[in-house]
């Protein structure tokens, strides 16, 4: 069964810092790419970050030089290191597959809020 576990999330004043965990079971982890998402309220779920099996990385344009993707495939968890967030940054943070590699089931999602 597969079953993804986002945590980390909370309530964090503007220019601060949170880091965000996934963790995956049922799924073959270091052979897989994984991605965050997010999704702020009202709108859709929108490509965060993603590290491929190498540990090469990719970023939205709205999160380069903040936000940083990890992973350690013994532990099957990936990571999302946020820094200087802003309150554009507020939403529930997912991670999954890429989309066009066909996601699995969502988790619950983490929520970040950023506001003083």
């Known amino acids: 069964q597969v079953q993804l576990v986002e945590s980390g999330g909370g309530l964090v004043q503007p220019g601060g810092s949170l880091r965000l965990t996934c963790t995956a079971s049922?799924?073959?982890?270091?052979?897989?790419?994984m991605h965050w998402y997010r999704q702020p309220p009202g709108e859709r779920r929108d490509f965060v970050a993603g590290i491929t099996t190498d540990g090469s990385t990719n970023y939205a344009d709205s999160v380069k030089g903040r936000f940083t993707i990890s992973r350690e495939n013994p532990k099957n968890r990936v990571y999302l290191q946020m820094n200087s967030l802003k309150p554009e940054d507020t939403a529930v943070y997912y991670c999954n597959r890429p989309r066009r590699d066909g996601v699995v089931p969502w988790g619950q999602g983490t929520q970040v809020t950023v506001s003083s």
């Open positions: 049922g799924i073959d982890f270091s052979n897989n790419i």
